[in-house]
Structures are given as C-alpha cells and as structure tokens.
C-alpha cells in the first residue's frame, strides 16, 4: 500500500533498525520504546490490523508468533518475561493501520487488561 507507513519500512523506503528480515516479515526496534526492549513483527503483506486477517492467514501469523518468541530469546527476556500485544481498530489506540506485533520486555510491564 503505497501511503502505509510499515509498507514503507517493509520495502527499505524508510529506514529502520532491523533484528529480523524475511520473504514475509520483518521485525525492527521501535521508534519510541516503551520498554527496554520494544521490537515490532509486521508481515510484508499489508493487513491493515489483526481484524482484516484470515484463514489464509493462519501460516504468517503463527509464523508471527514464534518469530516473537525466539526474538525475546535473542534478547534475553524469554526467561524474565515477555508481552506480545496487537493493537487492533480505534477502542485500542491502534496508530499504523498495518497489522504488527508489540513485543516488550525487560522490566516489569504493570497490568494491562485481558
Ligand atoms: P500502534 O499504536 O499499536 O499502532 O503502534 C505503532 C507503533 O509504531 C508505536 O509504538 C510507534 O512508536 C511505532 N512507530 C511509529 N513510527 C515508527 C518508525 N518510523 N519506526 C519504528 N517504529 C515506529
């Protein structure tokens, strides 16, 4: 999608700081952290959020999801503690309507609700 910023990032017109990069997904630091450690998992695809996601999509987003668990691996916190969050429509506060994965750790993470 040609005004997406994550399609931007994906196809190398933004930079960004990469930690994994595939045929299908890339995973990059986040701009802002709000943990020590604060990686985001996009699938190169455009979706604009978890909502828009099918069947079709079931292979990515597993893929997605243990991608999540070896990079809290990489970056010592598989052990400590992790959170994998999707922020999907507006009652989420979701910012980049391209559908990615929040991984956090490092420190404790407070309550969320869910
Ligand atoms: P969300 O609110 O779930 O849509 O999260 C969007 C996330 O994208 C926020 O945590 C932002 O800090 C992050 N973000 C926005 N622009 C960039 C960028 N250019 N590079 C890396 N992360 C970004």
Redesign the pocket.
């Known amino acids: 999608m040609s005004d997406c910023?994550f399609c931007k990032?994906a196809a190398g017109e933004?930079p960004?700081t990469k930690v994994y990069e595939d045929e299908e997904i890339l995973a990059?630091?986040?701009?802002?952290p709000?943990a020590p450690v604060?990686i985001?998992l996009i699938p190169k695809k455009h979706l604009a959020s978890l909502a828009e996601a099918g069947p079709e999509d079931a292979a990515l987003l597993g893929k997605m999801q243990l991608l999540a668990r070896q990079l809290a691996e990489q970056e010592g916190v598989a052990e400590s503690g992790f959170r994998v969050v999707a922020?999907s429509g507006p009652n989420?506060?979701?910012?980049?309507a391209h559908l990615?994965y929040?991984l956090l750790g490092g420190e404790p993470l407070g309550d969320i609700r869910g």
Not at 28 to 32: E, G, K, L, N, S
């Open positions: 910023l990032i933004i960004s990059f630091r986040d701009i802002a709000k604060h985001l922020n989420s506060g979701q910012e980049v990615h929040h």
